[in-house]
């Protein structure tokens, strides 16, 4: 296999960079969510992959004028968020949208239902007025009748893609407080389609969203989500931690994190299918980087604000066909690796939980990626085992595969860069290809 094997401090920067206000004990601020998101157009490789699209959504409040209205549950105030507690990723829970509408096998059907707002990820709607979003892929799907566009919200993350009628635009930059942000402007009058992805980690702050604003039109039922759905469970290879970054020593910083071009958000349009990522910096399945024991990935897993141990999602409302694990590489990172026993223990009673909450899924283990040496066929061989187990166990739809991609040069801290992320998708792509047939 080829991979890079400059590893001792991959992941290891946030160590460097922590300060205070981290969430969960990730020592870094910076470091916890990711999402689909697209970087400016013309960023290098970025305008290559303009105009591809992202990844469907879920849940759903009412809009602008639908305030209150559709949605069991929501409560009237502000448009675009009183509605649909309890929405989903890839449904359109509350808002009125047919059933019969979502997925099927004759092509993606047409936009039915009421007018609102589709989130991408794990929507928390406790808040009244308000809908939160963190994990990697966290988005903000609309559609409108219109020549303009803007979204109110309160949002510290700092960068969000932005792509409006399937062509990936400049980059959104945002602050911390409530404001409102110009997203389209300018457009013909006519039907037109917004998608918001944050592209930086959710360690940055919690995207509170208010409401769409259309000042010189209305808010349209939302495009259905796609059919395919997939799931990618990882720490900060799988969120884009410095993929632009042009020097393996540069520090991490939210203006060199894409998860858009990451290369489970590569799959995931190359095989056009629904994404929701579930990663966060520096997370094993055991020890987190540094020989952390704290909260690894598994032990925030269920919830829906991963920085929130009361905000726990619920996985009836969106089932994947596959959910793919890239995890193991922080446990191996460092000199304390976790005995045999209690990793392979650990990792199989992450395989129940999954098979647990997604009966019917196919689940992907992958080697970690970017293990080199001893400690990759260690992770291997452990995860060989928990796999084993499941088979033994009468699961039949729990596999391990090796990524096989060349590394092309690297992003902050040693992370993949850009080219990687792409041979790594690449790689994904056929494994995915070759298990479900997409």
Not at 116 to 126: K, L, Q
Not at 145 to 165: C, E, K, L, N, Q
Not at 236 to 265: Q, R
Request: glycine share 16%; proline share 5%; net charge negative.
């Amino acid at each position: 296999m080829k991979r890079t094997r400059a590893f001792a401090v991959l992941l290891g920067a946030w160590i460097a960079a922590a300060c205070s206000g981290n969430i969960e004990g990730s020592g870094n601020p910076a470091i916890e969510a990711g999402a689909d998101l697209g970087s400016a157009a013309g960023g290098g490789v970025a305008g290559g992959n303009a105009g591809r699209g992202g990844v469907a959504g879920s849940g759903v409040v009412a809009g602008r004028g639908g305030a209150g209205a559709a949605g069991a549950g929501g409560s009237a105030g502000r448009a675009g968020s009183g509605a649909g507690a309890g929405g989903a990723a890839g449904s359109i829970a509350d808002a009125g949208v047919d059933d019969a509408a979502i997925g099927g096998d004759g092509g993606e059907p047409e936009p039915s239902g009421e007018p609102a707002v589709r989130f991408v990820g794990r929507p928390d709607h406790r808040e009244s007025g308000v809908v939160r979003l963190a994990w990697s892929g966290s988005g903000i799907l609309f559609r409108f009748a219109g020549t303009s566009a803007a979204v109110r919200m309160d949002d510290p993350a700092g960068f969000y893609t932005r792509v409006v009628d399937g062509v990936e635009q400049p980059e959104l930059q945002t602050t911390p407080g409530e404001r409102s942000y110009a997203i389209a402007g300018g457009l013909p009058d006519g039907e037109h389609e917004v998608e918001l992805y944050r592209r930086t980690e959710a360690s940055f702050g919690v995207t509170r969203f208010y409401d769409v604003d259309l000042a010189d039109g209305e808010l349209l039922a939302p495009a259905p989500p796609k059919s395919r759905k997939l799931e990618l469970i990882g720490d900060s290879i799988t969120v884009g931690y410095g993929n632009e970054g042009t020097m393996a020593d540069c520090p991490f910083e939210a203006a060199t994190e894409n998860h858009w071009l990451t290369y489970g958000a590569l799959s995931a349009r190359e095989l056009d299918a629904e994404l929701v990522t579930i990663a966060w910096s520096g997370k094993g399945i055991v020890y987190n980087y540094g020989d952390d024991k704290n909260e690894p990935l598994p032990a925030i897993y269920s919830r829906a604000l991963p920085g929130d141990g009361q905000s726990q999602w619920d996985f009836a409302l969106w089932q994947p066909d596959v959910v793919a694990i890239n995890l193991g590489t922080n446990d191996f990172s460092t000199d304390d690796d976790p005995p045999q026993p209690v990793f392979e223990g650990a990792y199989q009673a992450f395989l129940e939980t999954l098979r647990e909450k997604y009966p019917d899924a196919w689940i992907l283990c992958l080697v970690p990626t970017l293990l080199g040496g001893d400690e990759q066929g260690t992770a291997e061989a452990y995860i060989t085992t928990a796999v084993d187990a499941r088979a033994a166990a009468g699961d039949d739809r729990v596999v391990m595969r090796a990524l096989e991609f060349t590394s092309d040069g690297a992003g902050c801290d040693y992370h993949p860069s850009l080219a990687t992320h792409a041979n790594m998708s690449i790689a994904l792509t056929a494994e995915l290809r070759d298990l479900v047939g997409w």
